[in-house]
Each structure stands twice: as structure tokens, then as C-alpha cells.
């Protein structure tokens, strides 16, 4: 809450507010289009909400968006679901990210780096040309606008040319890592039907070589809509029969031709977690996505030519489509492909010394892992290049504030940010031009009216309520696949508050401006009417050296009772004896209230989490329920199924 931290952690210097793009942006914004010139950021947001229309028309002009055709009007229809934006507009994505390779053409759009930790660069004009050779050939297969293109890919430079490839004819791209199972890629793909695949061999991964071709030769069978199916021999294997090769598709000297299409055209198709039924297929739009990109890219996060964008992820994580946009800024963008922790915990910070990031971004669990590890960035690495620490994933605790603080540098922007797969983009976060409270987001982002609600819809401020958003955004998607009459994309965002975006997260936003996210509000912890985000509780727990991850639900109980229950997953050579029991629940009583304190502390072989990370509260929950597992939970998309075994048990055994 806002009276915790009064002091702020960081300050941005009066030099680097006047430097930041944001700055820049407010004042030839009230110079053109009637923006506050003074106030700083809270009135250039306030603005930017109540002057909708006037703020994104100021984005296109202000990064010179080339519409081949005009638009009528910047909102065509403002409701909820069902905004349109920029009707009448032709555009296309790809020819957005590419046009620094005029200017830059011999200075590097891509630093590609595995576990040797070496970059390897590729130029603007190479990224260029790649991208013009494969459009060429897409469309020589037939690939049309509206076709989906899949890729099983790692973050390999590959991956950036074939979903530019494919936006530059048209085409619709979707993506999954390679470490997913033949089973998970399938309840994605097999809803889009793509009729091409681009796919390794396999990829490796904390120093080991995983062979994909098995997974493979699956996809191929179980995908009839399938035309033509690409290789790319990771593994240095060759082409199975009636693949084609990459290199083969790669190698004309062509200029891109791009696809004008519409500005709500299909890019890409993103897939929520999934954890129960078929995973949510999201598709959004090339005009949406372009315009929501640069504005969060380059007056949010900061970004231009100068810069090097490092975030660690993966082809199946929304992040890896925002990192790609970094492109659209003209910044040169990072991919590593391995394990986050290879050799050892502090990979991360190595990278981003080799490649000279000055945005790197992570999850939230990888910093508090190095503040368990003792790993120590600024001591063993020269990161001086870095400006900016950002964390997404889940909220990044207070101790993990203070320690990149103290460890990387006290001069550091920390951006804890919060969004969504299912607008690709930031709801909250980073400001360049804001301070740092610890625990705290900096702000709502421009354009997106944030508010915090009670169950009446009654907006909320220094008080815990419903993360909603009040008006459209581009990036919300434009449908769901598969979804004819728009009900499945109406139940998971708007039954609740009819017409007003529900995202299912805890929010409090402070008196100052600022954001706390209290983790996920479908599966939020609620004792004798009092609201509770599990997030706070892992921040408590988790300081404990004896306890790795951990794990807590609530449970109504048929006689209007209420169970909840903490598992923790122990660090090696740890006991769960009285002793630590009691060190628990005293940790979880003085630092958050006795009502957090759970009614067991039970020890289990590992937490379950979604492909992308997540804690699976809601599954879990279910479970104890007594709902199958084939129901509450889509087993395609949980890391370790094994261990949900331990959860159904529990259920069955629990008086």
C-alpha cells in the first residue's frame, strides 16, 4: 500500500526526464493535439483516457505509421467487445519492423545467442532479405492472406524471419516451443489448421541435445490441413522426406513485397494457459498489435536505435511477440535460446554483459532464485549498459526490489510490469520518467484506463478490487478462433461487468498513482468476507531458506466452512518438523495478518505449473474438490503431470 513506502526507491534524475521519449511525446503532443504540457506523467495519462481517440491518432504521427490507405475515423465503435479501430486503414506489421534496415542496413537487427553465451549477430539487410526470399516462397506455396503459418521453434533468428514472412504476405502466425509435447501443440494448432510448419530437429537445453524429430513426424500426421512443412536443422540432421529446407527458402537476394491489408487483419494467434479445456486461441490484429507496440516500447519502455533489448523467453510466451516488436523502435533485439540458469543461476546477467543490454527483462522468479543463490550481478559482470531491470510473470516482491537495487546498481530503473496474453501488452508498469516504490508498479499504462472495482463496480482506491479496464484497447483481441458468435470471448473477459474489461487479477491502485498486483482473483484466497492475493503470502513464505516454492488455495467447505491449505515444496535437506511449521505460520502472521496464517502446512513433492510458469492455483482448488483431473485440468498444458497425482490423492484420503 501506498503509506508502507513513502520514500521512493529510485528517482529518475532531472536529465534522464528530460532525455525520455515520454517527455518528448507530451510536449509535441500539446503542442499539436491539445495535451496537458504541464503535470507530467498523471496528466498526460488522465489525458490519454479521456481524449481516447486524440491519443492514438497523436501514437500513429508521432512514430509515423504508414497507412496506405486512410482511415475514417480512429474508433469506429467503442464497445466493449467489439471496438473498431482505424476503419478503412491498409497497413502491414512487417514493413513497420523492418524499416530501420534503410538507414542501419550493416548494423545488427538481431544478436542471437545460445548456451555458449557468444552473440551472433544478423544486419538489418540480412534480416531484410531473409524476410523477402521466404515471403516470396510462402506465396509461391500458395500461402494467402488469412493462411495460418506455425512454427515449433526455438528463440532463434529463424523464428523472427518466418513470423515477419508471414505477416508480410498476410498470413496469420502462430507459435510453440519446442519443449512442448506432441499433445499440447496439437489442442493449439489443430484449431487454427495451418497450412505450413516451420520446425526444427531439436534444440538444447542446459547443456543437453533434445531430439524433437519424433514430435515432429506427429505434428505432420495429426495436421492434414498442412501444405508444406520447413526444416531447420538445429541438430544438424537432415530434411525428413517431402520437407523443404530452410536454407533452400532463404537464400534469394529479394526485396519484401508486404501485403497491404486491413488494420484489423489478423497477425498472430496466442493461446492462453489453457488449464482448463482447449487452450483460449487469441487472435490480434497487425494494426493493433503495431500501434499498442510502439506505443509501449517507445515511450514506455524507452526504447530506440541505441538500444539493445535482452528479455528471456520463449516462442511460447507472449513476451517473445513483444520482444520481436522491439524491432518496430529500430532497437536491436536480443534472443537467446537455453536454459535460463546455465551454467549456473546468474546465466542471465552474463548475457546481458555480452550483448551490452540496456533493457533486460525476466521473470520475477529468476531474480528471487539469484537473491537465493547469492549470485551477485554488478560484482561479477560489467553491466553498465543496463538502464533498465524489468520483471513480468507474476509481482515481483519487495525483497526482490531491493535486492536487483543493491546488487545491479542503485541507479536502476526497476519495471515491474503486469499485462496479459490476451492483449500482448502491459496493462501496468514501466515509466520512465516516474519513481520506484518497492513492491509497486509505477502506473497505468497511456491509452488504458485502469481502475480497481468491488463486486458492485464501484471504483476503489488504497483498496484491494478487481483489475478492469473501462475502455478498448487495439491489442484486445478481435476474436477468438473458433468462437462464431463471440461467446466464449465474452464470458472470459466481460460477464462479470458488462461492457468493462475483467482480467481476474487483484489490484490496488494507490493514492500516488502507482499498482500493486495481488496475483490471480479467480483463484483469490477469501476468509470471513476478507480478500486475499496468494502473492503475498509466496512473498512471505518463500524468504525462508528451507522452503523452494510453495503453493496455497482456499477451499469452501460444504458446512459454509472454509479449508485453506499451504503446500510447500522443501529445499533439499530440509524437514518440515514443528519447528519450521511454526517459523511458517509465525512469518505469515507478522508479516501479513493471522488470517493469512493457512489452517495446513502440508509438504509435497513439487508445485505444478502452466508451460509458461504459472502456479496453478485454480486446478489445484478443483482437485481438492473432488473434480477429476480430466476435468480440471487440461493435462496437455501442466509442466509435471506426476505430480497433480499427489493433489488428487490428498482429496481422496482427506476426511
Given at each position: 500500500?501506498?503509506?508502507?513506502?513513502?520514500?521512493?526507491?529510485?528517482?529518475?534524475?532531472?536529465e534522464?526526464?528530460?532525455e525520455?521519449?515520454i517527455?518528448?511525446?507530451?510536449?509535441?503532443?500539446?503542442?499539436?493535439?491539445?495535451?496537458?504540457?504541464?503535470?507530467?506523467?498523471a496528466?498526460?495519462?488522465?489525458?490519454?483516457?479521456e481524449?481516447?481517440?486524440?491519443?492514438?491518432k497523436?501514437?500513429?504521427?508521432?512514430?509515423?505509421?504508414?497507412?496506405?490507405?486512410?482511415?475514417?475515423?480512429?474508433?469506429?465503435?467503442?464497445?466493449m467487445?467489439?471496438a473498431?479501430?482505424?476503419?478503412g486503414?491498409?497497413?502491414?506489421?512487417?514493413?513497420?519492423?523492418?524499416?530501420a534496415?534503410?538507414?542501419?542496413?550493416?548494423?545488427?537487427?538481431?544478436?542471437?545467442?545460445?548456451?555458449?553465451?557468444?552473440?551472433?549477430?544478423?544486419?538489418?539487410?540480412?534480416?531484410?532479405?531473409?524476410v523477402g526470399?521466404?515471403?516470396?516462397e510462402?506465396r509461391?506455396?500458395?500461402?494467402?492472406?488469412?493462411?495460418?503459418?506455425?512454427?515449433?521453434?526455438?528463440?532463434?533468428?529463424?523464428?523472427?524471419?518466418?513470423?515477419?514472412?508471414?505477416a508480410?504476405?498476410?498470413g496469420?502466425?502462430t507459435?510453440?516451443?519446442?519443449?512442448?509435447?506432441?499433445?499440447?501443440?496439437l489442442?493449439?494448432?489443430?484449431?487454427?489448421?495451418?497450412?505450413?510448419?516451420f520446425?526444427?530437429?531439436?534444440?538444447?537445453?542446459g547443456?543437453?541435445?533434445?531430439?524433437?524429430r519424433?514430435?515432429?513426424?506427429e505434428?505432420?500426421?495429426?495436421l492434414?490441413?498442412?501444405?508444406?512443412?520447413?526444416?531447420?536443422?538445429?541438430?544438424?540432421?537432415?530434411?525428413?522426406?517431402g520437407?523443404?529446407?530452410w536454407?533452400?527458402?532463404?537464400?534469394?537476394d529479394t526485396?519484401?513485397?508486404f501485403?497491404?491489408?486491413?488494420?484489423?487483419?489478423?497477425?498472430?494467434v496466442?493461446?492462453?494457459?489453457?488449464?482448463?479445456?482447449?487452450?483460449?486461441a487469441?487472435?490480434?490484429?497487425q494494426?493493433?498489435i503495431?500501434?499498442?507496440?510502439?506505443?509501449?516500447?517507445?515511450?514506455?519502455?524507452?526504447l530506440?536505435p541505441?538500444?539493445?533489448?535482452?528479455?528471456?523467453?520463449?516462442?511460447?510466451?507472449?513476451?517473445?511477440?513483444?520482444?520481436?516488436?522491439g524491432l518496430?523502435?529500430?532497437?536491436?533485439?536480443?534472443?537467446?535460446?537455453?536454459?535460463?540458469?546455465h551454467?549456473?543461476?546468474?546465466?542471465?546477467?552474463?548475457?546481458?554483459?555480452?550483448?551490452?543490454?540496456?533493457?533486460?527483462?525476466?521473470?520475477a522468479?529468476?531474480?528471487?532464485?539469484?537473491?537465493?543463490?547469492?549470485?551477485?550481478?554488478?560484482?561479477?559482470?560489467?553491466l553498465?549498459?543496463?538502464?533498465?531491470?524489468?520483471?513480468?510473470?507474476?509481482?515481483?516482491?519487495?525483497d526482490?526490489?531491493?535486492?536487483?537495487?543493491?546488487?545491479?546498481?542503485?541507479?536502476?530503473?526497476?519495471a515491474?510490469?503486469s499485462?496479459?496474453?490476451?492483449?500482448?501488452?502491459?496493462?501496468?508498469?514501466?515509466v520512465?520518467?516516474?519513481?520506484?516504490h518497492?513492491?509497486e508498479?509505477?502506473?497505468?499504462?497511456?491509452?488504458?484506463?485502469?481502475?480497481?472495482w468491488?463486486?458492485?463496480?464501484?471504483?476503489l482506491?488504497?483498496?484491494?478490487?478487481?483489475?478492469?479496464?473501462?475502455?478498448?484497447?487495439?491489442?484486445?483481441?478481435?476474436?477468438?478462433?473458433?468462437?462464431?458468435?463471440?461467446?466464449?470471448?465474452?464470458?472470459?473477459?466481460f460477464?462479470?461487468?458488462?461492457?468493462?474489461?475483467?482480467?481476474?487479477?487483484?489490484?490496488?491502485?494507490?493514492?500516488?498513482?502507482?499498482?500493486?498486483?495481488?496475483?490471480r482473483?479467480?483463484?483469490?484466497?477469501?476468509?470471513q468476507?476478507?480478500?486475499?492475493?496468494?502473492?503475498?503470502i509466496?512473498?512471505?513464505?518463500?524468504?525462508?531458506?528451507?522452503?523452494?516454492e510453495?503453493?496455497?488455495?482456499?477451499?469452501?467447505?460444504?458446512d459454509?466452512?472454509?479449508w485453506m491449505?499451504l503446500?510447500?515444496?522443501?529445499?533439499?535437506?530440509?524437514t518440515?518438523?514443528?519447528?519450521?511449521?511454526?517459523?511458517?505460520r509465525?512469518?505469515?502472521?507478522?508479516?501479513?495478518?493471522?488470517?493469512?496464517?493457512?489452517?495446513?502446512?502440508?509438504?509435497v513433492?513439487?508445485?505444478?505449473?502452466?508451460?509458461?510458469?504459472?502456479?496453478?492455483?485454480?486446478?489445484?482448488?478443483?482437485?481438492?474438490?473432488?473434480t477429476?483431473?480430466?476435468?480440471?485440468?487440461?493435462?496437455?498444458?501442466?509442466?509435471?503431470l506426476?505430480?497433480?497425482?499427489?493433489?488428487?490423492?490428498?482429496?481422496?484420503?482427506?476426511?
Amino acid at each position: 500500500m501506498s503509506t508502507v513506502n513513502p520514500q521512493p526507491l529510485w528517482q529518475p534524475t532531472a536529465e534522464r526526464i528530460a532525455e525520455a521519449r515520454i517527455t518528448r511525446f507530451q510536449a509535441w503532443a500539446a503542442e499539436h493535439h491539445g495535451a496537458p504540457a504541464d503535470g507530467g506523467y498523471a496528466a498526460l495519462h488522465r489525458w490519454s483516457v479521456e481524449e481516447l481517440e486524440t491519443f492514438w491518432k497523436a501514437v500513429t504521427e508521432w512514430f509515423d505509421i504508414r497507412f496506405t490507405t486512410p482511415y475514417e475515423r480512429v474508433l469506429g465503435d467503442r464497445s466493449m467487445p467489439g471496438a473498431r479501430w482505424f476503419p478503412g486503414a491498409t497497413l502491414n506489421y512487417a514493413e513497420h519492423a523492418l524499416r530501420a534496415a534503410d538507414s542501419r542496413a550493416d548494423e545488427p537487427a538481431l544478436l542471437h545467442v545460445d548456451e555458449t553465451h557468444d552473440p551472433r549477430p544478423v544486419t538489418w539487410s540480412e534480416l531484410r532479405r531473409q524476410v523477402g526470399s521466404l515471403a516470396a516462397e510462402l506465396r509461391a506455396l500458395g500461402v494467402r492472406p488469412g493462411d495460418r503459418v506455425s512454427g515449433y521453434l526455438p528463440n532463434i533468428p529463424e523464428a523472427v524471419v518466418a513470423l515477419l514472412a508471414t505477416a508480410a504476405v498476410g498470413g496469420v502466425w502462430t507459435s510453440c516451443a519446442p519443449d512442448f509435447g506432441a499433445r499440447s501443440v496439437l489442442d493449439r494448432f489443430q484449431q487454427v489448421e495451418p497450412v505450413v510448419l516451420f520446425t526444427v530437429d531439436g534444440y538444447r537445453y542446459g547443456g543437453k541435445e533434445h531430439d524433437r524429430r519424433g514430435i515432429v513426424a506427429e505434428l505432420r500426421r495429426e495436421l492434414p490441413t498442412l501444405r508444406a512443412v520447413v526444416h531447420i536443422p538445429l541438430l544438424g540432421t537432415d530434411a525428413p522426406d517431402g520437407a523443404l529446407e530452410w536454407s533452400a527458402l532463404t537464400a534469394a537476394d529479394t526485396a519484401p513485397v508486404f501485403e497491404q491489408v486491413p488494420f484489423d487483419h489478423p497477425l498472430w494467434v496466442l493461446y492462453s494457459s489453457g488449464t482448463t479445456g482447449l487452450p483460449k486461441a487469441i487472435v490480434q490484429s497487425q494494426g493493433g498489435i503495431l500501434v499498442e507496440h510502439l506505443k509501449q516500447l517507445g515511450l514506455h519502455c524507452d526504447l530506440g536505435p541505441e538500444d539493445r533489448f535482452f528479455w528471456y523467453t520463449s516462442t511460447g510466451w507472449m513476451m517473445w511477440n513483444f520482444l520481436v516488436s522491439g524491432l518496430l523502435t529500430g532497437t536491436t533485439v536480443v534472443l537467446y535460446d537455453g536454459s535460463p540458469g546455465h551454467p549456473d543461476t546468474g546465466a542471465q546477467w552474463r548475457i546481458a554483459e555480452r550483448t551490452g543490454a540496456t533493457l533486460y527483462g525476466t521473470s520475477a522468479a529468476y531474480v528471487m532464485a539469484c537473491r537465493k543463490a547469492g549470485v551477485h550481478p554488478s560484482r561479477d559482470h560489467d553491466l553498465s549498459a543496463v538502464k533498465c531491470v524489468a520483471t513480468t510473470g507474476s509481482p515481483l516482491p519487495p525483497d526482490g526490489f531491493r535486492w536487483l537495487h543493491d546488487e545491479v546498481r542503485h541507479d536502476l530503473w526497476i519495471a515491474s510490469v503486469s499485462g496479459g496474453t490476451d492483449v500482448c501488452s502491459c496493462f501496468a508498469g514501466a515509466v520512465p520518467t516516474l519513481p520506484v516504490h518497492v513492491g509497486e508498479l509505477q502506473a497505468p499504462c497511456l491509452g488504458t484506463d485502469l481502475q480497481s472495482w468491488d463486486p458492485a463496480g464501484k471504483p476503489l482506491t488504497d483498496e484491494v478490487g478487481e483489475l478492469v479496464v473501462t475502455n478498448p484497447m487495439p491489442s484486445m483481441p478481435i476474436r477468438f478462433w473458433n468462437d462464431p458468435d463471440g461467446s466464449r470471448y465474452h464470458d472470459s473477459y466481460f460477464d462479470t461487468y458488462p461492457g468493462v474489461w475483467r482480467h481476474g487479477d487483484w489490484i490496488t491502485l494507490t493514492s500516488r498513482g502507482s499498482v500493486v498486483i495481488h496475483g490471480r482473483s479467480d483463484s483469490t484466497l477469501n476468509r470471513q468476507g476478507v480478500r486475499m492475493g496468494s502473492a503475498d503470502i509466496y512473498e512471505a513464505v518463500e524468504r525462508l531458506p528451507e522452503i523452494k516454492e510453495s503453493l496455497v488455495v482456499g477451499i469452501e467447505q460444504p458446512d459454509g466452512g472454509y479449508w485453506m491449505p499451504l503446500f510447500v515444496h522443501l529445499a533439499p535437506g530440509a524437514t518440515l518438523d514443528d519447528e519450521l511449521t511454526d517459523r511458517i505460520r509465525k512469518t505469515i502472521r507478522t508479516q501479513l495478518s493471522p488470517r493469512h496464517v493457512p489452517d495446513e502446512i502440508i509438504e509435497v513433492p513439487g508445485i505444478p505449473h502452466t508451460l509458461t510458469g504459472k502456479r496453478i492455483e485454480v486446478p489445484v482448488k478443483r482437485l481438492l474438490q473432488g473434480t477429476p483431473l480430466e476435468k480440471a485440468v487440461n493435462p496437455g498444458s501442466i509442466d509435471n503431470l506426476d505430480l497433480l497425482a499427489h493433489y488428487q490423492e490428498l482429496a481422496r484420503t482427506r476426511p
